[in-house]
């Protein structure tokens, strides 16, 4: 096993052996040849590196003009160097460059963690659900070698970019910054099941471990922690006996209550709220099977949290939070050892009861059964910059996206906690960053809006707005922070007229106070603002938990209503 070495100046960490730059936590995006670039001046740091020898390093294959070479430093002094400060990068002329920043190196012990994606698996069509089946197995197996103490998995969502894809499993270890990836084939043929894994190196490509299991589908439950294992002796890593405990105790006693419950955790993973639903259903017709199934309890509180996240309007989202703890403690009524179940019941400790000393034992409860558990790192920092930790919060959003760099979803959580923590220049950069990787996701274009708008920067707000709507239609938050910031921009007739659409959505119980209240906000209605926001705390709306701490709301702060708001959300001062 290789020993990885990174090298942190100021704020920066470069990781080659990942082929990651870390700005204060975030990936940066560099071009591969620029990345190189660096490396090679960041490991003789102090040194004179010729511009012949950078040019052999970087191109090692290739004639290039020093025109190439000029350009790449260019690029990474205007990342790198910070006004008032000298040059990180030394011009030697007639010769080369020198990196002339201080430079740590960090060694590890050799015998660390080792990172580990598992890729899209692919289904021979023979029966409709194999697709589905592949997607819950994969989930599975995320989760048996997450118990493993020395891997670190990449999450299923971070690695769904490669689906339905030609797939070359050194690029994709590549981009997703692991040591090794697995690559897998599922078949149904009736009552039987085959199986072809192999893992693949990430440096040369070459075949660490590869088997076929051909299994009769009863069986089905038992392999992802039998894959795992072999995984875990295949990179020289020790099963611990607790995942071969925990997969005997959450087992479902009917296999079909377990086909069930991998089709659940394919429709969750897609996010969408009409899959969220079907994995509802999958769910609950995996405990009809088996009332005593842990797992699909657990799989069906994630799904209702999810459900809640998207219907922030009226009583559905109080139904879906109860309706997730009431699963979440049943599951771990079952099996106290399930992580995900912890997780789900913090978020509703967090966001519905307002219970902020349970939410914290459970999301702590979680990390400790699994520490490399991104999304949980993720939730846990939501709820600490909601406390005012602020510290702690950009520490566990780093954390996550330590963790998981290429993951949309907790990219943008990041830019978000740092817009939360004040830090709105590094909060828009880095917002900027997951935009430019994916122009397509919404909600880093609404997670934007706010962060210009709370920077004053109400024309790139609106615009942000508008294309958060177009990339995701019908979410009323959306609509209402556009509305608040065409109020504060002057256009308050394009305003009222947004105004009056939420109106009649909040008739139909499909907008919620919460969001006229933005708007009323952005307009300077306070009393109007004070009475929605009052409704909007008896439906314990999902976002009054960062009541304090949003700009959006800074027109309320010092009316006494709005202070006793807070108290009864339990958002006391923190200083």
Not at 65 to 90: C, D, F, H, Y
Request: with cysteine; hydrophobic share 45%; charged share 25%.
């Amino acid at each position: 096993m290789r020993q990885r070495v990174s090298y942190r100046f100021g704020r920066f960490e470069l990781r080659p052996s990942d082929h990651v730059l870390l700005d204060a936590g975030a990936a940066v995006r560099l071009t591969p040849k620029a990345f190189d670039t660096l490396a090679a001046l960041v490991k003789a740091h102090g040194t004179l590196v010729s511009r012949d020898e950078l040019i052999r390093q970087v191109w090692p294959d290739t004639f290039v003009e020093e025109a190439g070479l000029t350009q790449n430093v260019s690029v990474l002094r205007k990342l790198l160097n910070q006004p008032g400060q000298p040059e990180l990068i030394e011009t030697v002329p007639r010769r080369g460059y020198r990196f002339a920043g201080d430079v740590l190196e960090v060694r590890d012990a050799g015998a660390a963690e080792r990172r580990v994606a598992v890729l899209p698996f692919t289904a021979t069509p023979d029966e409709d659900d194999s697709g589905d089946l592949a997607d819950g197995l994969a989930a599975d197996l995320i989760d048996a070698l997450a118990a493993l103490e020395s891997i670190r998995v990449t999450s299923q969502s971070a690695a769904a970019r490669y689906r339905d894809r030609a797939i070359d499993p050194r690029r994709a270890a590549r981009d997703l910054a692991v040591d090794a990836v697995v690559v897998a084939r599922l078949r149904m043929r009736g009552s039987q099941v085959a199986f072809d894994a192999e893992l693949v190196d990430a440096d040369d490509g070459s075949r660490l471990w590869a088997h076929r299991f051909e299994w009769p589908r009863e069986r089905l439950e038992s392999l992802p922690s039998e894959v795992a294992v072999a995984i875990g002796r295949a990179l020289g890593v020790v099963a611990p006996a607790a995942v071969d405990a925990a997969s005997g105790r959450t087992r479902a006693h009917d296999a079909d209550a377990y086909t069930d419950y991998l089709e659940g955790r394919h429709h969750l993973a897609q996010r969408t709220i009409e899959r969220v639903e079907r994995a509802i259903a999958r769910f609950e017709r995996a405990i009809e099977r088996d009332p005593e199934y842990a797992l699909a309890y657990a799989g069906l509180a994630q799904a209702y949290t999810l459900a809640a996240s998207a219907e922030y309007a009226g009583g559905r989202w109080m139904e879906s939070m109860a309706r997730a703890k009431s699963a979440a403690v049943r599951a771990l009524a079952l099996d106290d050892g399930l992580a995900q179940a912890h997780a789900a019941l913090a978020l509703v400790h967090f966001r519905l009861d307002w219970n902020w000393a349970l939410a914290e034992t459970e999301f702590r409860r979680a990390l400790a059964l699994n520490p490399h558990d991104a999304d949980v790192h993720h939730a846990l920092a939501f709820y600490l910059i909601a406390m005012e930790r602020r510290i702690e919060a950009c520490e566990a959003a780093a954390e996550a996206h330590r963790l998981q760099p290429v993951s949309l979803i907790i990219g943008t959580g990041l830019g978000r906690i740092l817009h939360f923590a004040g830090e709105r220049e590094r909060a828009i950069a880095q917002l900027q960053r997951v935009r430019d990787l994916e122009p397509s996701f919404a909600q880093v274009h609404f997670d934007l809006a706010l962060a210009y708008a709370g920077d004053e920067r109400l024309d790139e707000a609106i615009e942000a707005c508008r294309v958060a709507i177009a990339r995701a239609p019908g979410r009323p938050v959306s609509t209402a922070v556009l509305a608040n910031c065409l109020a504060r921009a002057g256009r308050e007739a394009e305003a009222r007229g947004l105004l009056a659409e939420l109106e009649q959505l909040s008739a139909a119980r499909q907008a919620s106070p919460f969001d006229l209240a933005l708007v009323h906000t952005g307009l300077g209605d306070v009393d109007r603002a004070m009475e929605a926001l009052a409704a909007a705390c008896r439906e314990r709306h999902g976002l009054l938990v960062y009541l304090r701490i949003e700009p959006l709301w800074n027109p309320l702060r010092g009316d006494p209503r709005f202070d006793d708001l807070l108290r009864g959300i339990g958002l006391v001062q923190r200083f």
